[in-house]
């Protein structure tokens, strides 16, 4: 059942693909705490598929416990490998950590999700246009996807691997204009970015030292940042570009499945910023809502509802499930290239997720 939404996932909201391969690899993946024959064939049955030197890291929590399994294509065999610290680019499940910080922003009484974002600004926006810190993290603001400031309005934007706070801040004063209409869900990197922009503009601090102050410090995630580190699994992918400054908030963090386990023992407690971000904020359809940064996926095959968010940057892909109700999870993270839009990442977990509740 849970494939099945994934599918809705990807046609409504996150177009994010993968390369694969043809000839079969000899599987010595071995079985290990966690994870049975059953769980490993799962695994072995997409490594088989993805190009050369493609690894997968993977945290499957169980009644709140963890359990790690990493396996590698090295072209001839796809191995069992350790690599539950090495960081991959998790691209988008970076939404996710901004929406955390909005939420923080708001039980500190220093915003309210239905406020326009102009009245923290010194100017108003264009066509006085109203848009919330709520319409910006649930996908519902009316903006565009991506940015296309070039494209629109020539040379004075930098291109898009050049985009810094400066260009936010110039497309609000002068240029902010609506693709759709507002309180519809069309997702937006774009949005995510201006949320992310109006949190350091507020707290007169970094997307980086924002991050590490209130969430990675906190939860003692030592090898999560937006900054490139020795222990990053290299992608695959000759393009692999940074992520501009003012897109980080949407897609900009490095994480390791060990640290986004801490993340998700804060996400099953009652702490009052996490309980916030999962509040359904609209229904999208009959199996989707949004809360903020999260997808709430209703399995109508168990009842249960999981919190869901996939990712996907030049030369990563990754994918995060959580049942809240029994403290079960799956994250996973990879180096896959990004060259087409199946989301494989998103079935891989949702299968050794459904295994979970066989």
């Known amino acids: 059942?849970?494939?099945?939404?994934?599918?809705?996932?990807?046609?409504?909201?996150?177009?994010?693909?993968?390369?694969?391969?043809?000839?079969?690899?000899?599987?010595?993946?071995?079985?290990?705490?966690?994870?049975?024959?059953?769980?490993?064939?799962?695994?072995?049955?997409?490594?088989d598929k993805f190009p050369k030197n493609v690894q997968v890291s993977i945290a499957k929590i169980e009644d709140g416990e963890v359990?790690?399994?990493?396996?590698?294509?090295?072209?001839?065999?796809?191995?069992?490998?350790?690599?539950?610290?090495n960081t991959f680019m998790i691209g988008s499940i970076s939404k996710v950590f901004t929406s955390t910080l909005l939420a923080q922003l708001v039980v500190d009484g220093k915003v309210t999700l239905d406020e326009n974002?102009?009245?923290?600004?010194?100017?108003?926006?264009?066509?006085?246009?109203?848009?919330?810190?709520?319409?910006?993290?649930?996908?519902?603001?009316?903006?565009?996807?991506?940015?296309?400031?070039?494209?629109?309005?020539?040379t004075n934007y930098n291109e898009h691997?050049?985009?810094?706070?400066?260009?936010?801040?110039?497309?609000?004063?002068?240029?902010?204009?609506?693709?759709?209409?507002?309180?519809?869900?069309?997702y937006s990197n774009l949005g995510v970015g201006i949320l992310g922009y109006m949190l350091t503009h507020i707290e007169n601090k970094s997307y980086e030292n924002l991050l590490q102050e209130r969430?990675?410090?906190v939860l003692s995630m030592h090898n999560s940042s937006t900054i490139r580190g020795a222990n990053l699994v290299a992608a695959l992918m000759p393009n692999d570009d940074p992520v501009p400054l003012a897109y980080k908030s949407a897609g900009g963090i490095l994480s390791s499945v060990e640290d986004l386990y801490q993340f998700?023992?804060?996400?099953?407690?009652?702490?009052?910023?996490?309980?916030?971000?999962?509040?359904?904020?609209?229904?999208?359809n009959n199996t989707i809502k949004m809360?903020?940064?999260?997808?709430?996926?209703?399995?109508?095959?168990?009842?249960l509802d999981f919190l869901f968010h996939a990712g996907s940057t030049q030369g990563y892909r990754s994918s995060m499930m959580l049942d809240k109700e029994n403290r079960n999870g799956i994250i996973v993270l990879s180096n896959l290239p990004?060259?087409?839009?199946?989301?494989?990442?998103?079935?891989?977990?949702?299968?050794l997720v459904d295994k979970m509740y066989q």
Request: with cysteine.
């Open 67 to 85: 359990h790690y399994y990493g396996a590698l294509n090295d072209g001839n065999t796809v191995d069992a490998i350790v690599n539950h610290t």
């Open 264 to 284: 998700t023992l804060a996400t099953f407690s009652d702490r009052p910023e996490y309980a916030l971000t999962q509040e359904a904020t609209f229904q999208v």
């Open 338 to 351: 990004t060259d087409s839009y199946d989301d494989p990442m998103t079935d891989l977990g949702m299968e």
């Open 215 to 217: 969430i990675f410090s």
């Open 291 to 303: 809360g903020l940064g999260w997808f709430i996926l209703n399995d109508s095959d168990t009842g």
């Open 117 to 154: 974002i102009a009245d923290k600004l010194p100017f108003s926006l264009p066509n006085d246009i109203h848009i919330s810190y709520q319409q910006l993290a649930n996908h519902s603001s009316g903006l565009s996807r991506n940015p296309n400031f070039r494209e629109v309005y020539g």
């Open 1 to 47: 059942m849970l494939k099945v939404i994934s599918v809705g996932i990807v046609t409504i909201f996150v177009l994010i693909g993968c390369g694969s391969g043809t000839t079969s690899k000899t599987n010595t993946l071995v079985e290990a705490r966690g994870f049975d024959k059953r769980s490993t064939d799962i695994i072995y049955k997409y490594m």
């Open 161 to 186: 691997d050049a985009l810094d706070n400066s260009d936010i801040l110039r497309y609000l004063k002068t240029d902010l204009s609506l693709e759709y209409d507002q309180n519809t869900a069309n």
